[in-house]
């Protein structure tokens, strides 16, 4: 029972920093403020500094027991007084010794737990926020008066920070008090009224980053998207909040954030953020998550029907892209190369420099994504995004402003991404960080090709002859590659394509044929294989691949044996789009006398590519047959019926995502071989026979993939297969 009583004593000693003796104690303990009383010392500020000091009585017994040491060492005798300096005046005076004092009292542990509480009692609390409008209006104005005395303070006392810094710490509690909101969205409309929204934006530019970080902190709190999704919360009258409603109320704070310019503040607060300072690499994640709630919350519509306006709303990508610099600013996160003293600075922070890296490349693939900017609806090709500039950093001084593009005033982000991927050209990533890195580089530059502005610069830029190294390594790099590949030559639509016909054209003159078909012929030599730190790469997806007919397979295997068969399933399905994308763009007129170098490759070898291209075309046209019977006999097809949707449409949805997509480019490749020779037209028409089928099969898939099709060159290219096959 006494060790017991001592363990608690020795942790609460430690939880207190407090001793309960004297008999060896320290001449000083630095503290910060009062901790209670400690026998022996008095608390006071002197020439060490602010904490305890031994008493007097104490003091001189200590240094009487040093001077007996002294003495017997043959040192002069010592005066039994001790010298101490006066904080309050630049003098010293004696203390004569006072009689020694008794003994301190051991405190039992019950003893000093009651002293912790009371200590723990002292500790101001956090400011609650009252979740009703009148509670919401009174700290709003108890928000704005302070704000007000700290303007006034600060122009006051400009050279004496310590004048206004306890006012700015007020400020601060103001604002984290709002955090409380998030726990009832019902009452975002009254922060939104009271017009606290609006001095949040204004905090947003306060001369202290820190009160900004606080300010970007909150509102992560409050827009956070997993507020939509939390059920039995409680609404002002204690019944629970409709759904609707919370996506409105969380709509309205959103809108009234992006109405009031704050995209654009977040994006100069960027500016003044050192990542290699803790709090400030927080200030810059919470503003990449904060957009990223944002860029959320504006895809599924709650931004829109919160306005309650009929007039469609720009879209968060539009603002981002044509009033803000922030992708310039992703683009220049992305490319930072850390230096050894960032490095060192970093080493063991919180949020490391890699994880912001990552984040960046999250936000940047996800608005090059979105299809404002796929459509050229806003934005600049990524060859001349404007320089990212900040209100709060000479443009000199800031590094995230320096470009690598042409021109003063010009960022190449196409040439940042292509570097990006030129570095894993050879080598995989090491490390998970590294692999969903280059995931998202690959996802941007394949969703910018949507652009044809973007497939230029990608052509120019020797973008293609990177990717295919890429792919001929058979490293990670590759499976990214073939994927941009696919929307470099796919082209978006029916317009003149122009860029898509020269990237195809590009592609033959540089050899690509010879690295495409030994994919397309699903050679395992020539299949790129996924990194060992990727799921797909590792060895537990070899084993459940080598296990998946017999044996016992843990649950990671059988997933990871998943992963490595979508990555195969990836590649399959990129060779034969990339495939299709050549039969349609090239024709007799094409340069580099590409026309003829596909032909033969389908004659060659015995015609093996129209034996592949057929046996792919009848896999996939049973797969889209028995996607399109499964939905038939769903229950999501009885549900669709009885909602009122048109059960054909919705089959015919599910049979293309089967696998009847890939089927109807299949056929068009095999029109595109059988129509430019003879020979291959008459092997095709024999294999099909051997296989129990025909030319009808093609026919068949030729017809329903014209009925899918909008008016436009494809269309009329896919009725001229139909016309001469």
Same mark, same amino acid.
């Given at each position: 029972m006494a060790s017991k009583s001592s363990s608690v004593v020795d942790v609460l000693d430690r939880v207190i920093g407090l001793t309960t003796t004297t008999t060896d104690g320290a001449e000083f303990i630095a503290s910060d403020k009062w901790r209670g009383s400690k026998p022996g010392y008095v608390f006071q500020t002197g020439e060490l500094g602010t904490g305890y000091y031994l008493d007097g009585p104490t003091a001189v017994k200590k240094r009487a027991r040093s001077d007996d040491n002294d003495d017997d060492g043959g040192g002069g005798k010592r005066s039994s007084s001790v010298v101490r300096f006066d904080a309050t005046k630049d003098t010293t005076h004696s203390i004569p010794p006072r009689p020694r004092p008794s003994k301190p009292q051991q405190l039992s542990g019950e003893q000093l737990l009651a002293q912790a509480e009371q200590l723990a009692s002292e500790q101001p609390s956090p400011k609650l926020l009252e979740l009703s409008p009148k509670g919401i209006q009174s700290a709003a104005h108890s928000l704005d008066k302070t704000l007000q005395r700290n303007q006034l303070l600060r122009a006051q006392y400009q050279d004496d920070p310590e004048k206004f810094m306890m006012n700015e710490l007020a400020l601060n509690d103001e604002i984290v008090s709002f955090q409380n909101a998030a726990v009832d969205v019902s009452c975002y409309?009254?922060?939104?009224?009271?017009?606290?929204?609006?001095?949040?934006?204004?905090?947003?530019?306060?001369?202290?980053?820190?009160?900004?970080?606080?300010?970007?902190?909150?509102?992560?709190?409050? $827009?956070?998207?997993? +507020? &939509?999704?939390? *059920?039995?919360?409680?609404?002002?009258?204690? %019944? =629970?909040?409709?759904?609707?409603?919370?996506?409105?109320?969380?709509?309205?704070?959103?809108?009234?954030?992006?109405?009031g310019c704050g995209l654009e503040l977040i994006t100069s607060n960027l500016g003044r953020f050192d990542e290699t300072?803790?709090?400030?690499?927080?200030?810059?994640?919470?503003?990449?998550? $904060?957009?990223?709630s +944002? &860029?959320?919350? *504006?895809?599924?519509?709650?931004?829109?029907? %919160? =306005?309650?306006?009929?007039k469609p709303l720009p879209s968060v990508v539009s603002c981002i892209c044509n009033q803000t610099t922030f992708v310039a600013w992703l683009f220049g996160r992305i490319d930072k190369k850390e230096s050894d003293a960032d490095h060192a600075a970093t080493a063991n922070a919180t949020i490391s420099p890699a994880v912001l890296k990552l984040h960046s490349?999250?936000?940047?693939?996800?608005?090059?994504?979105?299809?404002?900017? =796929?459509?050229q609806r806003c934005g600049r090709a990524l060859a001349v995004l404007p320089k990212y500039a900040s209100a709060f950093d000479d443009s000199d001084e800031n590094p995230a402003a320096k470009s690598n593009g042409e021109g003063n005033n010009v960022l190449d982000g196409m040439?940042?991404?292509?570097?990006?991927i030129a570095a894993y050209r050879k080598t995989d990533p090491q490390i998970e960080v590294e692999c969903e890195f280059l995931e998202n580089v690959f996802d941007s530059l394949a969703a910018s090709l949507m652009r044809e502005d973007n497939?230029?610069?990608?052509?120019?830029?020797?973008?293609?002859?990177?990717?295919?190294?890429?792919?001929?390594?058979?490293?990670?790099s590759g499976g990214g590659a073939l994927k941009v590949l696919n929307f470099a030559l796919s082209g978006a639509g029916n317009g003149s394509?122009?860029?898509?016909?020269?990237?195809?054209?590009?592609?033959?003159?540089?050899?690509?044929?010879?690295?495409?078909?030994?994919?397309?012929?699903?050679?395992?030599?020539?299949?790129?294989?996924?990194?060992?730190?990727?799921?797909?790469?590792?060895?537990?997806?070899?084993?459940?691949?080598?296990?998946?007919n017999g044996g016992a397979v843990s649950k990671r295997a059988k997933r990871a044996a998943h992963a490595r068969k979508k990555w195969l399933a990836e590649v399959e399905h990129n060779a034969i789009y990339i495939m299709y994308a050549l039969t349609r763009y090239i024709g007799k007129d094409s340069q580099y006398d590409a026309h003829a170098r596909l032909l033969v490759k389908f004659v060659e070898d015995d015609c093996e590519k129209c034996d592949r291209t057929i046996e792919l075309c009848l896999k996939f046209d049973e797969k889209a047959r028995i996607a399109e019977y499964q939905y038939f006999r769903s229950d999501e097809a009885e549900e669709a019926e009885q909602a009122g949707v048109d059960i054909e449409l919705a089959a015919l949805d599910a049979k293309l995502r089967g696998g009847g997509d890939m089927f109807h480019r299949l056929c068009a490749i095999l029109s595109f071989a059988c129509i430019g020779s003879t020979r291959s037209h008459g092997h095709v028409r024999d294999q099909l026979k051997l296989q129990g089928s025909g030319i009808s099969v093609i026919k068949e898939g030729l017809k329903e993939f014209d009925s899918l099709l909008a008016i436009g060159p494809q269309k009329t290219q896919v009725e001229q297969y139909l016309s001469e096959i």
């Open positions: 409309e009254s922060v939104v009224e009271c017009g606290v929204m609006g001095t949040f934006l204004t905090l947003l530019s306060h001369e202290n980053s820190d009160v900004a970080i606080s300010v970007i902190d909150v509102l992560v709190e409050l $827009l956070d998207t997993m +507020l &939509l999704q939390e *059920d039995g919360k409680k609404g002002e009258g204690g %019944a =629970s909040l409709d759904p609707v409603e919370r996506a409105r109320s969380i709509g309205i704070l959103a809108n009234a954030f992006v109405d300072v803790e709090e400030d690499a927080k200030g810059i994640e919470d503003s990449l998550t $904060l957009v990223e +944002l &860029l959320d919350l *504006d895809r599924s519509g709650i931004l829109q029907r %919160a =306005s309650g306006k009929e490349s999250e936000v940047l693939s996800s608005i090059l994504q979105h299809e404002d900017y =796929s459509m040439e940042i991404l292509l570097l990006s497939v230029a610069d990608f052509v120019e830029k020797e973008g293609i002859e990177l990717m295919l190294r890429c792919v001929r390594e058979k490293v990670h394509n122009d860029a898509y016909k020269k990237a195809c054209e590009t592609f033959v003159h540089v050899g690509g044929l010879k690295i495409l078909f030994p994919l397309y012929m699903a050679r395992k030599s020539a299949i790129p294989c996924p990194a060992t730190c990727s799921e797909g790469g590792s060895n537990l997806a070899k084993k459940g691949m080598t296990k998946e």
